[in-house]
């Protein structure tokens, strides 16, 4: 079956504490989205990536880095430097940046503060 | 203001009712309209997707857009229980650098 995978499902940080989250997709897209949803606010684009080697600030860069040198990943690692990360963090993917096709999400990793 | 805005609810239905969400925006430029559904504690799964004004229709779900008031709509007929979820519209322009830009999220509950 073809679709976004993120893992891990639920995430602790300690202080001081560099996470990584996962986001695989199999689906053979080119552009791949970080979101984060936080209750009674919609879903804010962090970081974005058109290709392969790629990859553009959204409106919350702040505090969150980002790799893409796959395909099919696109790591979101939460730095010590974000102060507020306790957040549910989205993955989504689309055929291409470029065409209008709608995104497609994973089913999130929820981050909470230890 | 927000460029997108949407009831938050819940709304509150019985079984076979039909349901009417909305979103109203701001953005004159929005051209692509997107409803998702989410469960809790799981990513939003698309339901429904058009281009400009006008109405789409899939099976119990149809999509509504009014861009001269800026504002468009999802019906839910012969509503189910399993169709409460938080249901969010999405949009963006045609830009190829434009954002999705998602309203709140209306938390929809059906009761048997």
């Known amino acids: 079956d073809g679709g976004i995978t993120q893992s891990p499902k639920y995430l602790f940080r300690k202080e001081g504490q560099n996470v990584t989250l996962s986001c695989e997709q199999n689906l053979n897209h080119d552009a791949m989205y970080w979101y984060r949803q936080d209750p009674g606010q919609g879903l804010r684009l962090i970081y974005y990536s058109q290709i392969v080697n790629d990859f553009q600030k959204g409106d919350i860069a702040e505090g969150y880095s980002v790799s893409r040198e796959k395909k099919e990943s696109f790591p979101l690692t939460v730095t010590s430097a974000q102060k507020n990360p306790t957040a549910f963090y989205l993955c989504?993917?689309?055929?291409?940046?470029?065409?209008?096709?709608?995104?497609?999400f994973g089913d999130g990793t929820r981050l909470s503060i230890l | 203001q927000k460029e997108v805005e949407q009831d938050p609810g819940p709304l509150s239905v019985p079984e076979g009712a039909i349901v009417s969400l909305n979103c109203t925006y701001s953005?004159?430029?929005?051209?692509?309209f997107m409803w998702y559904r989410q469960y809790s504690r799981k990513g939003p799964e698309l339901l429904m997707y058009t281009y400009s004004s006008g109405n789409k229709e899939d099976g119990r779900f149809t999509a509504q857009v009014d861009k001269s008031s800026k504002y468009i709509s999802l019906f839910i007929r012969d509503s189910q229980p399993s169709d409460s979820a938080t249901y969010l519209c999405a949009m963006r322009g045609w830009g190829n650098t434009d954002k999705l830009i998602f309203g709140t999220g209306t938390r929809l509950q059906v009761f048997p």
């Open positions: 989504a993917s689309s055929t291409d940046g470029y065409s209008n096709q709608p995104q497609h």
């Open positions: 953005n004159s430029a929005f051209q692509y």
